[in-house]
């Protein structure tokens, strides 16, 4: 009977540390918390990190660009991903209200999710920093022109 007792001891401690543990997940878990702006100028999306922390060392953060009528913030989606950076996003170090920004390259005219992303070292997966925002590029790149065969052949001359 004194074992019983203390095997159910054991389990009493045991399922309070893991009720513990889901009631207040930063203790279990890595968080990355801050807010995020993005920004459009001409065909180009800025998005800026401010107050940013993390509870883990950081290792980086990006903006990922979704196409405007995705479902699904997916690689099949995906238009685009640019890094996010700030002299105080230091990798390997806990970050403590740092802010920091990322801009893509030229986009087409058109509306796209933006959605920005972190990740500390030692954690399994990437993390998103509020809520994905939809943008509206109006002044989007222009993709070149493309000619004819003689066009090609007259830039070696006749």
Known sequence: ???????????????LSALALVSSPALSAAQVTGT?????????????????????????CEGYVYRGDA??????????????TGTDMVQNQILAGVTGS???TDLATG???VVTKCKEIG???????GAPLKVAVTEGAVAPE?????????????
Do not use: C, H
Not at 1 to 15: E, P
Not at 71 to 84: G, P, S, W
């Open 1 to 15: 009977m004194g074992v019983s007792r203390k095997l159910a001891g054991a389990g009493v401690v045991a399922g």
């Open 36 to 60: 995020w702006t993005a920004t459009v100028s001409g065909s180009q999306i800025t998005t800026t990190v401010t107050g940013l922390k993390t509870t883990l060392p950081f290792n980086y």
């Open 71 to 84: 479902t699904a913030f997916d690689r099949a989606n995906k238009v685009q991903e640019y890094l996010i």
């Open 102 to 104: 990322g801009t893509s």
């Open 111 to 113: 509306e796209y999710w």
């Open 123 to 129: 954690d399994t997966a990437y993390q998103t920093v």
């Open 146 to 158: 493309t000619g004819g065969v003689e066009d090609l052949f007259s830039q070696f001359g006749s």
